[in-house]
């Protein structure tokens, strides 16, 4: 099971303007944390990954915790930089590193906020980095609020400032008069606890993706063949993709998808998956999802050539419900695939749906029989023999262990 809070932030006219994200092992309404740089890692695979970004605060921005280190690494850049705010932790070692890591962060489009501005923080000597400050409004009196108000936008006027644990009404009013932009606290919303079940991913492809990614010499035909070797990977991808282009963009097959994100998002998203590899997929049902997508695949190659790599993505797509417990409708329904794939997946209708009830007679102890109408029987047997002898050529690829 999968464990995020958000509570909203609002802007001056109580509309929302983000949701912070926050880290939950459970239901309780309480962070937990050992490991910060790992809360923050698993945050961001459960967020862009498990659940998409639309989903969990729609066309709002994201607040995302990021400790120092976190910061410095790099590792936000899984994160996308048109949706995310850096929520930086106070605490930090204030250097020339940390000064260089917020640049960097910056030059790549991040927006930054510093996370309880304080009296004499450190971050002070960096605030033109920043993009907002948050305070922490019930800390001190209400005069002393507006006293560090005014600083604030005396030494940075374009910096926004948001005020954070706003508790009651009497603490609203005052800290708009004040100049505040942005508000956050119980007196708005609780942070709310939301949990889905957790979806296995092949830790093997997993990290045969990214090993393949570090490697200068794999082309994107290499990409597209280890990420086309386990659904769970594939699904993920056009997840990702569908949430980059907000879903304004229909997501026609998987090389499509590599194209959109480029390389450096690929990376990123494969870095999440090998860390979010916990749970043990079903090697079994993944090499029945690449028997199907083959044959799908080499039979539409010879009848319907222009359709080859939507068939090919219908066969591998179709055993998720199997892999993830969830109905099929709701796995579409998470992604912006083509109008005809989706068709074939929910309701095996349309030329595509024609074509994986096809590849899925060949389960049956009587294929023929169940072949639909207007299928070749005869291309479709030389479609399945040659997805056989594929299939037993990728030997340890489909046979190796994919779980953690």
Not at 260 to 266: F, P, Q, S
């Amino acid at each position: 099971m999968l464990y995020i809070a958000r509570q909203p932030i609002l802007d001056r006219a109580l509309r929302t303007y983000g949701f912070e994200l926050l880290h939950r092992s459970s239901t309780v309404n309480a962070a937990v944390i050992d490991d910060p740089d790992h809360a923050t890692a698993t945050l961001a695979q459960q967020a862009v990954v498990e659940w998409g970004l639309d989903e969990l605060v729609g066309r709002s921005w994201a607040f995302v915790n990021v400790p120092a280190s976190y910061l410095i690494s790099g590792a936000y850049q899984t994160l996308p930089a048109n949706r995310v705010i850096l929520e930086i932790l106070e605490g930090c070692v204030v250097d020339g590193q940390f000064a260089s890591a917020l640049r960097e962060a910056r030059r790549h489009g991040y927006r930054v906020a510093f996370d309880d501005f304080a009296d004499d923080d450190d971050r002070s000597v960096v605030l033109d980095l920043a993009d907002m400050v948050k305070i922490e409004v019930d800390q001190w009196p209400l005069d002393r609020v507006a006293a560090r108000a005014g600083e604030i936008r005396r030494d940075a006027p374009s910096v926004a400032l948001l005020a954070e644990k706003v508790e009651t009404y009497e603490q609203f009013i005052r800290c708009r008069a004040m100049g505040f932009d942005y508000f956050q606290g119980y007196f708005f919303a609780r942070p709310s606890v939301l949990r889905r079940n957790s979806l296995p991913i092949g830790f093997q492809g997993a990290m045969t993706l990214l090993n393949n990614l570090m490697d200068p010499a794999a082309g994107i035909d290499e990409l597209e063949r280890t990420i086309l070797s386990d659904p769970t990977l594939a699904y993920r991808v056009l997840r990702v993709a569908s949430s980059a282009s907000s879903g304004l963009t229909s997501i026609p097959s998987v090389r499509y998808a590599l194209v959109m994100l480029g390389l450096r998002a690929v990376r990123q998203i494969a870095s999440l998956m090998v860390l979010a590899a916990e749970t043990p997929a079903n090697e079994a049902v993944i090499a029945l999802g690449l028997d199907r997508a083959k044959t799908a695949a080499t039979y539409a190659e010879r009848v319907l050539p222009e359709r080859a790599e939507p068939a090919f993505l219908v066969g591998l797509m179709s055993v998720l419900d199997g892999l993830f417990g969830l109905p099929l409708v709701e796995i579409c329904d998470a992604v912006s695939i083509d109008g005809d794939v989706r068709a074939a997946l929910v309701g095996q209708t349309g030329p595509l749906g024609a074509v994986l009830q096809m590849a899925m007679a060949f389960e049956r102890d009587d294929p023929v029989s169940h072949m639909p109408e207007g299928i070749d029987i005869h291309v479709a047997i030389e479609a399945y023999a040659v997805a056989a002898r594929w299939s037993r050529s990728l030997g340890p690829l489909v046979a190796a262990p994919v779980g953690a």
